[in-house]
């Protein structure tokens, strides 16, 4: 059974922007709205209104070929989410995409297909760990450990980055909402080292649905919210030492 396929799905209307001088590049987009496939230029000073589902970003320069920026993710918004796109690093990175829908921020990219070699400028960092991954949509990491530990998660941007939630106490969300593949849980406690946790399974998670990191510093869990039933546990198993 085949998997849901990396798409960015805007639900009408939304309202996309191209931060770029007109004079220098053009990002053009094309939609899927069942099966009618629209192509929009988006203009760089004016919103220009969008619906559908999009696969890539088609940026062309003033000088060179136009060049495809693949999505590398699931990411729905909409109705009412307004979006600016501007090349990270020169487009070296990707297209950035930084979304606000009520009041909410989201950021997403379309990845360079060709990055550079690590140490280069501009070069994606490489996941330290390669693990079972939790792709949560529009959810958040909340920390239910049942000791003093803190607890922040490890997520992967679409680049290929990978950044962390700070650090928080039970009880409270460790950053905003997120829109990610997380693949790593960082637990701390008072006198201990970092341990970090990843997820023996791989999970999809529902849209708008959160996750808690149960248990404690010797022996957490995952549990899964879902829209309907029972809360999904899954294990975690320690991959390494994140400092000393």
Do not use: H
């Not at 404690?216 to 991959?239: C, D, F, N, R």
């Amino acid at each position: 059974m085949l998997g849901p396929v990396d798409a960015f799905i805007f639900t009408d209307p939304c309202y996309l922007i191209y931060a770029v001088d007109s004079r220098f590049s053009r990002a053009s987009i094309t939609f899927n709205n069942g099966g009618v496939f629209t192509t929009v230029t988006l203009n760089s000073d004016t919103f220009t209104r969008v619906s559908g589902t999009c696969f890539s970003v088609t940026i062309s320069r003033e000088a060179g070929e136009p060049k495809d920026y693949p999505v590398n993710s699931i990411l729905e918004v909409g109705p009412n989410a307004w979006g600016i796109l501007q090349p990270i690093d020169g487009g070296l990175l990707g297209i950035g995409l930084a979304l606000e829908q009520n009041g909410q921020d989201i950021n997403a990219t379309f990845i360079n297909p060709t990055p550079l070699q690590p140490g280069t400028l501009g070069a994606t960092l490489t996941d330290p760990f390669p693990t079972q991954i939790v792709s949560i949509r529009n959810g958040g990491v909340n920390n239910g450990v049942s000791d003093m530990s803190l607890v922040s998660a490890l997520y992967i941007l679409l680049g290929g980055r990978v950044l962390a939630t700070p650090p928080v106490p039970a009880g409270q969300q460790s950053g905003p909402l997120l829109t990610a593949n997380i693949d790593g849980f960082d637990l701390s406690l008072t006198g201990s080292p970092t341990v970090r946790w990843s997820p023996v399974e791989n999970v999809v998670m529902e849209p708008g649905m959160s996750l808690v990191v149960t248990g404690t510093y010797a022996q957490p869990a995952l549990a899964i919210m879902v829209p309907v039933g029972p809360v999904k546990i899954v294990a975690l198993t320690k991959v390494e030492v994140a400092s000393p």
